[in-house]
């Protein structure tokens, strides 16, 4: 019989740390980013090196432990933890190689894109990596990376050029373009189903001239500004990206303190060509509409504005959101946006809706795990708040948005972006392409070790 005491044995030899429910640091070490999970693993192993992902991997599997695996902690859903079994914490491979000449990066999978951002960003080099700079490299890449640079240069995932991962079976392979091919497809998009990917190797692009920030509307305008913004961003050139968002304007600089907590629309703009080039190509939106409220669009190295949004969401706020993918935003879906977007309980609560189109859209649907390429945009209505009284409001809200606009989406969901919601959820957000995910995932794990996650079934199973 399988005990704590005899997996602790087994797990001897690891040159991180092992932390169970006696040790003084095992509440800190359970904690993830959303304050809303709260579940309490029987192990977590910190660990250090390659070695010692190996020989958890294969304690958890030779001792029917449920296994989850850990790199920022930020998923939504909580799916890098578990009750009862063993969390693979990996935070301590967090070594960053930018080489500049070649405008590639290899980086350890506990890194945070902040990590990175910084290392790269010395040479005025990025490569696509969301909007929050606490997030994980390898939730966010595996499960394809939206974010302010991709428009001008794809999701994340088409920016991967390689990456070292432990299998279910304790093996170590490399997975690229040229070896383990039908892995590395899978690992694009495909989320932690396939094994722990403990190096990523990322192809990097000039971010020396990049200019970002918000232009915020009085929300009453939501409606006027989201038409002309549906019109607007996909005919602009790949070299701007803005999301369009409701939100209220957080109660701290750099924002004037007349605008604090006011509920607003807006665009946060992300563009690679310059000042010059982005309010040329910004133009056409702006001239459109009324003055706005707040135009904060300025030169920014493009790391600061990864790490624009930390301080508001620090790790601990209650988070419950949903998500869909989405070709067009006809009238009927404005005039619901605009109504739940004119309603959130709490200031941190917002609704974003992220550009899927131009460098994206360069691969096609099948060319990757990720199929949604035909898609324009993700939208996420994410319910946040820093108050645990809050829990049920925001999760309300974030479902009947939801709800309301699901049947204007395209069916799935970014992955990343999902709750935890059932097998239909995940294979709608895949596609055409969850038969041959199925199918390596049986090659690769046919025992569904890796299954906290949102789970591709092995073929056969």
Known sequence: MTTTGNVEEALGDLAGTLIGPGHPDYDAARSVYNGMIDKSPAL?????????????????????LLLAVRGGGHNG???????????IDLAGLDSVDVDPDAKTVTVGGGCTWGQVDTATGAYGLATPSGII????????????????LTRAY??????????????????????????????????????????VVTSFTFKLNDVSRFFAGPTFWAVEQGDEVLKAYREFLPNAPRQLNGFFAY?????????????YLRPVCGVIWA???????ARQAMAPL?????????????PVPHAAMQSAFDALYPKGDQWYWRADFVNTVPDPAVDIHQRFGSALPTFKCTMHLYPIDAAAHDAGPDDTAWAYRDATWGSVFAGVSAEASDAEAIKRWSIDYFEALHPYSAGGA???????????????SYRDNYPRLAQIKATYDPGNLFRVNQNIRPAGS
């Not at 299998?167 to 094994?195: C, H, K, P, Y």
């Not at 939100?247 to 605008?259: D, G, I, K, N, S």
Request: net charge negative.
């Open 271 to 277: 563009g690679v060509d310059g000042e010059d080039a």
């Open 414 to 428: 970014y992955v990343n972006m999902m709750m935890d919601e059932g097998d239909d959820r995940v294979r709608a």
């Open 77 to 87: 859903g909580g799916l890098g933890t578990c009750d009862g079994g063993l969390v």
């Open 133 to 148: 700079s606490t997030t994980g490299v390898g939730g966010l890449t595996l499960g394809g990376g939206l974010g302010h």
């Open 154 to 195: 794809g999701l994340t995932i088409d920016n991967l050029l390689g990456a070292d991962v432990v299998l279910a079976d304790g093996r170590m392979v490399r997975a690229s373009a040229t070896e383990e091919r039908d892995l590395f497809w899978a690992l694009r998009g495909g989320g932690g189903n396939f094994g």
């Open 44 to 64: 977590i192993a910190q660990v250090r090196t390659e070695e010692d992902v190996v020989l958890a991997v294969n304690v958890a599997r030779k001792n029917g």
């Open 286 to 298: 702006l001239d459109s509409l009324p003055e706005p409220l707040l135009d904060g669009a300025a």
């Open 247 to 259: 939100t209220q304007v957080p109660p701290a600089p750099p924002f004037p303190e007349e605008l």
